[in-house]
C-alpha cells in the first residue's frame, strides 16, 4: 500500500536558519504530493503540492520538488521565521485517499 | 467560501451518551471526509462520502456513525464512546478525488470520560 516516510523532529532553529524536512514515498502509480502544516489546536492547512515528476510546489518561501527518481519530496525554506513554528505534514495523493507522513514538529526560536 | 465548519469545537462525553459531530462546506465539493487524529499523530481516515455516499469506511467500530443528508453537510453521530476513543475529528473536502488538495476544518476535541 501507500506511505510515505517523514523525518521525526522535533526540529529546532534559530530565526533565519535554513530549514529542510526529508520526506520520501512509496507509491503505484503516479500519485499527487503535498505538504500540510498544522497550528496547534487547528486543522490542516495546504502549504504547496506538485503533481508530477520534476513539479515544484512553492508557496510563503517554501519549496518541494517532486522526485520520482528518488521518490523524495523534501521541504525548505530558506530563512525561517518564528511563525512558521509548526507541524508539518508530508501527505501522498492515490484515488480517494490522502496518506499522511507521521508530521515534523517545527519550532523556531528567536 | 473556501471553508469548513465543524461544530462543537469542543465536546465531552460519558460513555453511555449519544452526541453528535457537524460539518458543513459551501464549495460544492462532492467529497467529504471524516479523519480522527490523536495528540502528535498523524490524522487517520475514517469515512469518506463521494456524491453523499459512502465509498471508504476504514473498519471504524459501529459506534461512529457517518451520515451525509446533503451535498454540504457531514455528521458524525457517537454512541457507546470508549475513552481511547477520546480525539481531535477532523472534517475534510476536495472537489474530486486525486490531485486536488484537502480542505480542513479545525475540528472536534473529544474527550470520552
Known amino acids: 500500500g501507500d506511505s510515505v516516510t517523514q523525518m521525526e523532529g522535533p526540529v529546532t532553529l534559530s530565526e533565519e536558519a535554513f530549514l529542510t524536512i526529508n520526506c520520501t514515498y512509496t507509491a503505484t502509480g503516479y500519485p499527487s504530493l503535498f505538504w500540510y502544516v498544522q497550528y496547534p489546536g487547528e486543522g490542516l492547512q495546504l502549504l504547496l503540492k506538485a503533481t508530477k515528476a520534476d513539479d515544484k510546489g512553492s508557496n510563503k518561501g517554501f519549496e518541494a520538488t517532486y522526485r520520482k527518481e528518488t521518490t523524495s519530496f523534501h521541504l525548505e525554506k530558506g530563512s525561517v521565521q518564528v511563525s512558521d513554528s509548526a507541524v508539518y505534514f508530508c501527505?501522498?495523493?492515490?484515488?480517494?485517499?490522502?496518506?499522511f507522513g507521521i508530521g515534523t514538529k517545527l519550532q523556531v526560536i528567536p | 467560501d473556501t471553508e469548513v465548519t465543524q461544530t462543537p469545537k469542543h465536546l465531552v462525553m460519558g460513555m453511555t451518551n449519544k452526541k453528535s459531530l457537524k460539518c458543513e462546506q459551501h464549495m460544492g465539493h462532492r467529497a467529504m471526509y471524516w479523519y480522527k487524529q490523536k495528540a502528535k499523530k498523524p490524522p487517520e481516515l475514517m469515512f469518506v462520502y463521494s456524491y453523499e455516499k459512502l465509498s471508504i469506511n476504514e473498519s471504524v467500530p459501529s459506534r461512529f456513525s457517518p451520515e451525509c443528508p446533503n451535498s454540504s453537510l457531514l455528521n458524525l453521530h457517537l454512541h457507546a464512546l470508549q475513552p481511547e476513543d477520546s480525539a481531535l475529528y477532523l472534517c475534510?473536502?476536495?472537489?474530486?478525488?486525486?490531485?486536488?488538495?484537502?480542505?480542513f476544518g479545525s475540528g472536534t476535541q473529544l474527550s470520552v470520560l
Open positions: 501527505a501522498l495523493r492515490g484515488y480517494q485517499k490522502v496518506t
Open positions: 475534510a473536502s476536495s472537489q474530486g478525488w486525486t490531485n486536488e488538495k484537502l480542505f
